[in-house]
């Protein structure tokens, strides 16, 4: 029943900028906090942020802070992810989760950084 699916992925050059998107459904949207995690071939899944329910309070990993903005829009049950000045070290395939812990998890969106 609960359903969250990404968008937004593709390629880009290094310095461009891309936004994710993760339209939620199933569950009452506005009480949970959601998060973004990234996985690179060969690597752990790694948290990139995170968005209290209201909106009011974010956290980033340090890689992407300041080049990268969650938000949310609990009108319309979607979280975002605004990626600025990427990198190659961006690509991964990007992930919403509902909350912080539990098994549900959007199905990934692919995003590439090459020139």
């Known amino acids: 029943q609960v359903q969250l699916v990404e968008s937004g992925g593709g390629l880009v050059q290094p310095g461009g900028s891309l936004r994710l998107s993760c339209a939620a459904s199933?569950?009452?949207?506005?009480?949970?906090?959601m998060t973004w995690y990234r996985q690179a071939p060969g690597k752990e899944r790694e948290l990139v942020a995170t968005?209290?329910?209201?909106?009011?309070?974010?956290t980033y990993a340090d890689s992407v802070k300041v080049r990268f903005t969650i938000s949310r829009d609990n009108t319309k049950n979607t979280v975002y992810l605004q990626m600025n000045s990427l990198k190659s070290e961006d690509t991964a395939v990007y992930y919403c989760?509902?909350?912080?812990?539990?098994?549900?998890w959007g199905q990934g969106t692919q995003v590439t950084v090459s020139s």
């Open positions: 989760r509902r909350g912080a812990t539990g098994n549900y």
């Open positions: 968005i209290s329910s209201a909106g009011d309070i974010t």
């Open positions: 199933g569950f009452t949207f506005r009480g949970f906090a």
